[in-house]
């Protein structure tokens, strides 16, 4: 393994920064401490603090937990449930082809 930090893109670290500050704005408007909010995730406070501050490391699904509790919209605004979005996805996927394979390069050995 390499001790080698991973790197991020520019637009996903932005995405994970704005996501992490709408969720931090969020709890407290509703008023709930770090404390709380950790609490109710299952998580370490400070994992709570890496969220807010747009970790890109930490676990989307911890992520998405902190938003919903705290009511930040994902993906659609007041979203009940995603099945819709998700119905659509499978059924375009179902036209896509099993798997998608490199093509192979053909030499041209031609001089």
Known sequence: MSNKPRTYSRLSRE???LLGKRIRLARKQHRMSEHD???RVGIARSTLQRIEKGDPA?????VFEAATLTGVDLFVPEATTLAPQIGRIDDKLALMPGSI???????????
């Open 58 to 62: 930490v676990e989307i699904g911890l």
């Open 101 to 111: 394979r490199r093509t192979k390069r053909e030499i041209d050995d031609d001089f």
């Open 37 to 39: 909010l950790a609490a």
């Open 15 to 17: 995405a994970t920064l």
